[in-house]
Structure formats: C-alpha cells, structure tokens
Antibody
Framework: QVQLQESGPGLVKPSQTLSLTCTVS??????????WSWIRQPAGKGLEWIGR???????KYIPSLKSRVTISVDTSKNQFSLKLFSVTAADTAVYYC????????????WGQGTLVTVSS | QSVLTQPPSASGTPGQRVTISCSGS????????VYWYQQLPGMAPKLLIY???QRPSGVPDRFSGSKSGTSASLAISGLRSEDEADYYC????????????FGGGTKLTVL
C-alpha cells in the first residue's frame, strides 16, 4: 500500500525558508513511472499545485512560485522535498505531497497534509 | 481567481442526482483529461474520476464524469449523506507551460 507522509516545521518566520519532506512507503520513488508533486491549500480555500519532480530530477513549477521554490528528490531515502524561499503570511497553508501520474493532474496517493504557518 | 471555474456550492436531497460543472478553455479542458477529487472535511483530497470516466478501485459507480468541449461535469446519483464534501476538478494547461490547474472547488451539501 502506497503511503506518503509530510514532515517539517509547522511554524516559519516571514522572509525565511519553508522546508518540507515527503517520505514515501510501499512504492519505490525511483520506479520511474510517476511524478512527485506538492500541492497547498490555504485555510478555507482551494487547492494550488506548486510543482513536481520526476525521478530523473527534472522539475516543473507553477509560474507564480517558480522564482521561490525548489523541489528535490533523494531516491536513497525514498523521499522528496520542498523548499519555498522568502515566505510571507500568504504562504500559510496546508501542504500536501502526492504521487502524480501517469497523467499530469492525476494524483492517486496523497499525504495527510501538514499545516505550515508563517508568522513572527 | 482559478483557471477552471466551478460553482461555489451545490445541494441535493438523499437519493437525488446532482451535477457539478467545471468550465475551462481550449488550452486546458478542451484538450486534456479532467480529473475530479473529493475532499471530506479535515481530510486530504481523494481521486474520484480520471481518464475517460474511470474510477479508482473503491469509488462507487454513483460517481461519473463527462466532458464536452471546454467544460466538464461530475454527476453523483443516489446522493448519500456521506457525499457531503468539497469537490475539485483538475487538469493541466498547455498555454501556461503545463502547470496543473484546479477549479475553485464546489461545496456539496446534502439536505
């Protein structure tokens, strides 16, 4: 059974870097037929796709966040990570990691989500 | 403002059939598959519909999806109280360098 679990600080100060890791179990992240994505959801609002990484290391980000985000993968730990730089209160949200594919936008397994609050 | 437009709310009584619409454009819904997700309160979204009206294992056949031109719809027949949730459509957009785009979500209330 495929499971994803987000981890990382729940509180980040403005202008600092938000760092989250997603640990995948029950499936090898390097199997090569899936993408690995991050999605966020501000309280009471809709879903926003942040970006994805393929096991080759190639990435794709939403244009509005492209200058502030990096997604990386560690196949040895079966993990992938999100870094969002220079955060503001607008980045406060529940962050989900998800397995994507074979179609773009097809998220078949999700983590439970982790709330990250940006506040001093 | 979401790239895909959904009504903010919908409602129905138990046993009824309800539909939720998702409107886009030729660069997203018009050329790509549309996926539907159900999000129960406090939970992560769950994939409901993918491909050409396919359902993952465990999703009842009361849920069905369709697409016509630049719009898509999710239909729920035999409405049940446990269907009360937020529903999101999603696809990817060729004109925006291919990001995944979501609708704003529709809150379904079972009266």
């Amino acid at each position: 059974q495929v499971q994803l679990q987000e981890s990382g600080p729940g509180l980040v100060k403005p202008s600092q870097t938000l760092s989250l890791t997603c640990t995948v179990s029950g499936y090898s992240i390097s199997s090569g037929i899936s993408y690995w994505s991050w999605i966020r959801q501000p309280a009471g609002k809709g879903l926003e796709w942040i970006g994805r990484i393929y096991t080759s290391g190639s990435t794709k980000y939403i244009p509005s966040l492209k200058s502030r985000v990096t997604i990386s993968v560690d196949t040895s730990k079966n993990q992938f990570s999100l870094k969002l730089f220079s955060v503001t209160a607008a980045d406060t949200a529940v962050y989900y990691c998800a397995r994507e594919g074979p179609g773009m936008g097809l998220f078949d397994y999700w983590g439970q989500g982790t709330l990250v609050t940006v506040s001093s | 403002q979401s790239v895909l437009t959904q009504p903010p709310s919908a409602s129905g009584t138990p046993g009824q059939r309800v539909t939720i619409s998702c409107s886009g454009s030729s660069s997203n819904i018009g050329t790509n598959y549309v996926y539907w997700y159900q999000q129960l309160p406090g939970m992560a979204p769950k994939l409901l519909i993918y491909g050409k009206n396919q359902r993952p294992s465990g999703v009842p056949d009361r849920f069905s999806g369709s697409k016509s031109g630049t719009s898509a719809s999710l239909a729920i027949s035999g409405l049940r109280s446990e269907d009360e949730a937020d529903y999101y459509c999603a696809t990817w957009d060729d004109s925006l360098s291919g990001p995944v785009v979501f609708g704003g979500g529709t809150k379904l209330t079972v009266l």
